[in-house]
């Protein structure tokens, strides 16, 4: 497991949704990473969050529960303090490489 991995999904979670997202009457998370990470198996994607909830890095405890189109597109919430805090770290590193 590499760490890019790792960083994709947590880099997309924080992403804000699309109104195409958010339109609708239900989904899951799973849904919403499945669509924004097309070119990774959705098996993968689930032993990804189930890894980054083993690192406290999401409070999500399972990516299929259906809820409001909403409120699965809008999985930045699910990004735990910590995690928020290590996103912050990581961008800021890459912004130092860049410039």
Do not use: C
């Amino acid at each position: 497991m590499t760490f890019g991995n790792y960083w994709r999904e947590l880099y997309v979670k924080s992403k804000e949704p699309t109104r195409e997202e958010e339109s609708g009457y239900s989904g899951s998370i799973a849904q919403t990473l499945i669509r924004r990470l097309p070119d990774m198996k959705p098996e993968r994607i689930h032993d990804l969050a189930s890894q980054l909830q083993d690192l406290k890095l999401v409070t999500h405890t399972s990516i299929n529960t259906m809820m409001t189109a909403r409120g699965a597109a809008h999985i930045y919430n699910y990004i735990s303090p910590y995690g928020k805090r290590f996103t912050k770290y990581i961008m800021q590193g890459e912004d130092g490489l860049n410039g």
